[in-house]
Structures are given as structure tokens and as C-alpha cells.
């Protein structure tokens, strides 16, 4: 099973404006071949479908745990998608919805993924950059744990390059900040699937690491982390499963190479994380509605009872 916190993974910086076109470009690590979606597919039916759990179970733990961070990786991606959408963060809401009949969103008839607008109301959705739904046919679980293995070390490596892809189009810190975290991330997740297959093939795969062959150093929204070593933990996001992962994450082996130097780690639990951003109701978008006083009276009013 799984449980919620309403925290994101990382704390997202507050957008400087409106970006819809960033916000489709970052679409590509939600719903493109190697995005969010994908990875938290993959891994997530992998580990349903796990044969000899109990014989195997560092290998286990590993593709389970991931799959719980990856939940995390799509809300963290989804965020960042709706606060470009929505702009600088505003505490305050429309008190109505104005005069729609002038066309107030005439300038969304140019921007390049409008369905975020007209379907979604500026939110994320399971798309990549221009709009074609992720489907089904990107996972791969085929039982063997080598092959399911050596696909999530490729399906990290793909995820990396087009996290730098998607870097190098962006000058928002929101996004940057998404592609930041999420490369330190996946930095460590492919290192895990190739120290994994290292323990039962015997064949170095993490030397072939980083690819693509640029150091994190070289990106400054991934500092921070570095620092903090993140590139050196694995969290368990359990309060007592998933340790035994530590045979693989762990036992001696440090960080790679062109990172800061130190042994690698598992972390019972889950990051400390960051506030999840309010989006202000556009009411003339009916987002939460044209005319949502009365919703909102409502909603005050549950609240209080609950307390």
C-alpha cells in the first residue's frame, strides 16, 4: 500500500510569470517515452509482478522503493506544469468571474499545447510536450529480473538526457528547479540498477555512468543537493520496509565518480520535502467556478467543523 504526504519532494520556487510554452516543454517529463510516467510505470508493475520476493529481495526492495519516489517525481513534474501555467504565486482569488464576452484568453489560441488551457484549465496531465497521450506500450516487465533491470539502468539514461534536453529550453526557475532535482535523482536510481546488475552479472555497468557524459557540477540548480548528498541516498519512503536494499545501496560502495565523495546510504523514510504551491482560482476560466463565494463558504465551514 501507499501513503500520502501533502508535501512535493523538493521545495519549487515561486514562477516569475505566466509560461504555458514552458509549461509544455516540461510536459516531456511527465508523459514523454522517458518521463515520470514512465518510470514510475515501469517500475511500479515490475514490482507487483516480482517473482521470488523473498529469495531475491534486495533486488525487490530496490524496484519497490523506487516506485514509491517516482509517485512522487509525478506530482513534483505536475506541479511544476501547473504553476508555470497559473504564474506568480497570489494568495488572493477573484471575487467573480468578470466579463468573458471581449475573448480574455485570446492569446491562448498561440500557445503551443492549448488543450492544457481549453481541457485542463492550465493543468497537467499524463502528455508529453506536444500533446500525445503516454501509453501503456512504454513499460516493460517481463519477469526477468536482469532484462527488467538493464531496461530501468537505459530507461534512466534516456529519462537524463531528456531532462537536459528540457533544461537547455527553459529559463524559469520553476522548471529548472524540477530538472535540477529530478537529475540528481536520476542520477541515483541509475546508479542503483547498475550496482544491481553488477551483484548478479558481475559486469560493471555504473562505469558507463553518467550518460549523457556532462557532470552534474556543471548545472547549478543540482548544487544544493549535491551538497546536502542527496546523490548519495536511497530513501526506503516505508517506516520499517524496503531495508534490505542496503546489500546493493550501500556495503561499501561510494558516490560516482565527477560527484562529491562519499559512501553511499539508505534512509528509512522519505525526504523532509517542500510546500505544495496554492494556484489561484481563475474564475472567468471557471477554475474553481464563475462565481465560487459560496464554495468557498462551504468549504470554510467543513474545514472548521474538523478541526
Known amino acids: 500500500m501507499f501513503m500520502r504526504i501533502d508535501k512535493l519532494q523538493t521545495e519549487l520556487p515561486a514562477p516569475k510569470k505566466k509560461d504555458p510554452n514552458a509549461a509544455a516543454a516540461l510536459q516531456e517529463l511527465l508523459g514523454g517515452k522517458y518521463g515520470e510516467m514512465s518510470t514510475l510505470g515501469n517500475y511500479m508493475f515490475q514490482s507487483f509482478n516480482f517473482r521470488s520476493k523473498d529469495k531475491l529481495r534486495p533486488f525487490y526492495d530496490l524496484v519497490a522503493s523506487i516506485t514509491a519516489e517516482e509517485i512522487g517525481h509525478v506530482e513534483l513534474v505536475s506541479n511544476g506544469v501547473a504553476m508555470l501555467n497559473n504564474g506568480p504565486d497570489n494568495d488572493g482569488d477573484e471575487a467573480d468571474g468578470g466579463d468573458i464576452s471581449d475573448a480574455p484568453y485570446n492569446a491562448m489560441q498561440d500557445i ?31 519477469g526477468n529480473v536482469v532484462t527488467d533491470l538493464l531496461h530501468n539502468f537505459h530507461l534512466e539514461c534516456g529519462a537524463r538526457l531528456h531532462k537536459l534536453r528540457v533544461y537547455e529550453t527553459l529559463s524559469d526557475p520553476t522548471g529548472r528547479e524540477v530538472c535540477g532535482y529530478l537529475l540528481v535523482r536520476g542520477s541515483v536510481h541509475a546508479h542503483a540498477y547498475a550496482l544491481a546488475l553488477k551483484q548478479i552479472t558481475g559486469v560493471e555497468i555504473e562505469k558507463m555512468l553518467p550518460t549523457p557524459n556532462i557532470n552534474l557540477s556543471n ?8 551538497q546536502e548528498g542527496s546523490h548519495r541516498r536511497l530513501y526506503t519512503f516505508s517506516p520499517a520496509d524496503y531495508r534490505g536494499m542496503s546489500g546493493l545501496w550501500g556495503n561499501g560502495e561510494m558516490a560516482l565518480p565527477g560527484d562529491p565523495p562519499g559512501e553511499l546510504e539508505v534512509v528509512e523514510g522519505m525526504p523532509e520535502g517542500g510546500k505544495i504551491h496554492q494556484l489561484t482560482g481563475v474564475p472567468s476560466a471557471f477554475t474553481p467556478d464563475y462565481a465560487p463565494e459560496e464554495m468557498f463558504e462551504i468549504a470554510t465551514k467543513l474545514y472548521k467543523a474538523s478541526r
Open 112 to 142: 503551443r499545447l492549448a488543450a492544457a488551457f481549453l481541457s485542463n484549465g492550465g493543468g497537467a496531465t499524463p502528455v508529453n510536450s506536444n500533446g500525445a497521450p503516454w501509453n501503456n506500450d512504454f513499460i516493460t516487465t517481463t
Open 219 to 226: 548545472i547549478p540548480e543540482c548544487q544544493k543537493y549535491l
